[in-house]
């Protein structure tokens, strides 16, 4: 009996390695391609690099349309900070509100708002677009700032909403008592306890943000205000030939941002995801 679960185990276990090995695959060719010379890289078919090269850090960073990589980094920053920090707010107080209050209309908005994430991308982008024209954002960074400020992500207001039902409504009471307004319980009760919900919508939205290149490509036009995206992009158009050591490089780099994020806020994230509100 013991032998044979030590064998499903140990197959379930080689199942799992293999799997796993051909999901980060791509990922261990990344880093490893990144030291390679462009030269290796075409003509070697093995990922291990004989001869280690600092080449496509050195090169990928200084020659990518005129400006160092550091200028397309501090881009994606100035788009993503503002985008992931005003969606944290906004989608924390529709939730709040949502959660909390009752008002005229309140189930029909709350439907509305959530049907909207059965529209596709494609079907908003033409309005989308209009819009953002005659407001004059194009080649700004306002089309991904100002609707995030106003909470037109249905996902996190949806996630934050279950998150803050969740929470025993005894504690408002509580706080009333105190003599606490609305916004104070929100301060001092809500958010404290829905740090790991906030944490999980801030780093959804920050991968996603950060990622994006289909928007991006769409509202923003001049070089000096890509993002890494397109930046990495742009390299494929600016050479004769393609310097594939300096891609992998420079999307090494890339990455490293939302993994760092990633791993320092693991615990609040897992968290976020696999609990609701208080336990006990």
Request: with cysteine; aromatic share 16%; charged share 10%.
């Amino acid at each position: 009996m013991r032998k044979n679960i030590s064998k499903s185990h140990f197959t379930s276990y080689l199942i799992l390695i293999i799997i796993g090995f051909i999901m980060i695959f791509p990922m261990i060719y990344l880093v490893l391609g990144a030291f390679k010379s462009n030269q290796e890289i075409l003509s070697n078919a093995s990922i291990i690099p004989q001869k280690l090269s600092l080449d496509g850090f050195v090169n990928g960073w200084t020659s990518t349309g005129g400006n160092t990589f550091l200028t397309y980094l501090l881009n994606t920053m100035k788009l993503v900070l503002p985008t992931v920090l005003f969606t944290m707010i906004s989608s924390t107080l529709v939730a709040y509100g949502f959660a909390r209050f009752n008002f005229f209309g309140k189930k029909q908005l709350f439907i509305l708002l959530i049907s909207t994430l059965m529209l596709p991308n494609a079907v908003l982008l033409v309005p989308r677009y209009l819009i953002f024209r005659n407001f004059n954002w194009l080649d700004t960074y306002m089309p991904f700032i100002i609707p995030a400020a106003f909470a037109t992500f249905p996902f996190f207001v949806f996630m934050m909403v279950q998150f803050i039902r969740s929470i025993p409504t005894e504690l408002d009471e509580a706080a009333q008592i105190d003599g606490c307004n609305s916004f104070m319980i929100l301060w001092r009760i809500i958010l404290p306890v829905c740090k790991p919900a906030l944490f999980s919508v801030g780093i959804f939205q920050f991968v996603w943000t950060w990622n994006d290149f289909f928007n991006a490509l769409i509202y923003i036009s001049s070089v000096d205000k890509f993002t890494i995206q397109l930046a990495l992009r742009m390299t494929l158009d600016i050479a004769s030939q393609t310097n594939w050591n300096q891609i992998m490089a420079m999307s090494l780099i890339s990455i490293l941002p939302p993994i760092i994020l990633f791993f320092t806020a693991q615990k609040y994230f897992v968290e976020g995801i696999s609990t609701s509100g208080l336990k006990g």
